[in-house]
């Protein structure tokens, strides 16, 4: 047990390093001149990231569903599924990001108020879910079961807003792309 705890502190190390590599890099595609692809298949990608973030809701409500009715294995299955796919959306998310301007929410009044509180907090609980999601998983595969209910406690739900308000916003925003 003692080499599974230096394992998962050298991984936290790592993790907290990650987390914040991508929260730094995520800022700097916003700074950073931009590659015109616009008119090209790239101009669908805000499309293909909702849908991630959509599958990415439902993983998450079955791997909850799965772990509560003890069915580990697909809980597993689950979560590393939505996993990959939130790793997808991270360079989908970059690409289109490097590649067009940010759009421009248009709305006007107590709608413009709602879609902007939905889009902060979307984004703040986005730059610490990967550290957490990563922490959760390692503390899982290394069978840390109490410690691994214990921060996936948090995580899920910052996780299930991040991945269902992606969608939101999307859905409130594309009217304007």
Do not use: C, Q
């Amino acid at each position: 047990m003692e080499g599974a705890i230096d394992k998962t502190k050298n991984y936290n190390s790592l993790i907290y390093i990650v987390g914040a590599l991508l929260a730094i890099a995520v800022a700097v595609i916003y700074v950073t001149p931009k590659i015109d692809m616009s008119g090209t298949w790239m101009d669908n990608l805000p499309l293909v990231n909702a849908s991630i973030n959509g599958t990415v809701s439902i993983l998450l409500v079955l791997g909850l569903i799965f772990i509560k009715r003890g069915n580990i294995s697909a809980h597993r299955k689950a979560m590393t599924s939505s996993i990959l796919l939130s790793a997808l959306f991270l360079v989908s998310y970059v690409a289109y990001h490097i590649t067009h301007e940010s759009t421009v929410f248009g709305g006007e009044g107590m709608i413009r108020y709602i879609y902007l509180f939905i889009l902060l907090t979307h984004i703040l609980f986005a730059m610490v879910i990967a550290p957490l999601v990563l922490i959760s998983f390692t503390r899982g595969l290394s069978e840390r079961f109490d410690k691994h209910r214990k921060i996936a406690r948090i995580t899920w739900p910052l996780w299930f807003y991040v991945s269902i308000t992606g969608v939101i916003v999307f859905i409130m925003i594309s009217p304007y792309y």
